[in-house]
Antibody
Framework: QLQLQESGPGLVKPSETLSLTCTVSGGSISSNNYYWGWIRQPPGKGPEWIGSIYYSGSTYYNPSLKSRVTISVDTSKNQFSLKLSSVTAADTAVYYC??????????????WGQGTLVTVSS | DIVMTQSPDSLAVSLGERATINCKSS????????????LAWYQQKPGQPPELLIYWASTRESGVPDRFSGSGSGTDFTLTISSLQAEDVAVYYCQQYYTTPPSFGGGTKVEIK
């Protein structure tokens, strides 16, 4: 059974960089058929896609966040990571990692991690 | 970007009764090259991640009870729970994947009357 687990600091200061890692178990991140993505959900709101990466390193980013986002992959550790720079209180959210099939666009998300709450505050 | 609008924001349904959730997209999600609507539905219970229920507008994910069904095409879609069970209390989201970035609706909260 595929499992994804987010890890990283739960509190980040304004203007600093948020860094999270997703560890995949029960399957290989190097699958030919799937991308691996980050999604966030502010309290009481709907989810927002941040970006996705293929095991080869190919990335897609949400244009609204692109200037501040970097997603990377480490196939040797079966992990992928998120960095979001210059954070503000508006970046406070539960951050999820998830998997989606490879397709014409960023498809639906069929496996999700449990999520980690990141609060931006001094 | 495509905007997804769900209605109602919340609804209360008696156990065993039908629940209907609507989702409207700001542009068509139908791709004529493969005759598919690029629309998914998720269920999210408190403190849990969203769980995929339906994709391609009407295909149930493995393990999803058949009381959940999806319908619609183009810009108007519906998620129906044919006989509401206590464990179906949750927030439901639609998501389009016709274009990147994918986008989600604002959610519909389903409660027991």
């Amino acid at each position: 059974q595929l499992q994804l687990q987010e890890s990283g600091p739960g509190l980040v200061k304004p203007s600093e960089t948020l860094s999270l890692t997703c560890t995949v178990s029960g399957g290989s991140i190097s699958s030919n058929n799937y991308y691996w993505g980050w999604i966030r959900q502010p309290p009481g709101k709907g989810p927002e896609w941040i970006g996705s990466i293929y095991y080869s390193g190919s990335t897609y980013y949400n244009p609204s966040l692109k200037s501040r986002v970097t997603i990377s992959v480490d196939t040797s550790k079966n992990q992928f990571s998120l960095k979001l720079s210059s954070v503000t209180a508006a970046d406070t959210a539960v951050y999820y990692c998830a998997r989606h099939p490879l397709g014409r666009t960023v498809y639906y998300f069929d496996y999700w991690g449990q999520g980690t709450l990141v609060t931006v505050s001094s | 970007d495509i905007v997804m609008t769900q209605s109602p924001d919340s609804l209360a349904v008696s156990l065993g009764e039908r629940a209907t959730i609507n989702c409207k997209s700001s542009q068509s999600l139908f791709y004529s090259s493969n005759n598919e609507n690029y629309l998914a539905w998720y269920q999210q219970k408190p403190g849990q991640p969203p769980e995929l229920l339906i994709y391609w507008a009407s295909t149930r994910e493995s393990g999803v009870p058949d009381r959940f069904s999806g319908s619609g095409s183009g810009t108007d879609f519906t998620l129906t729970i044919s006989s509401l069970q206590a464990e179906d209390v949750a927030v439901y989201y639609c998501q389009q994947y016709y274009t990147t970035p994918p986008s989600f609706g604002g959610g519909t909260k389903v409660e027991i009357k």
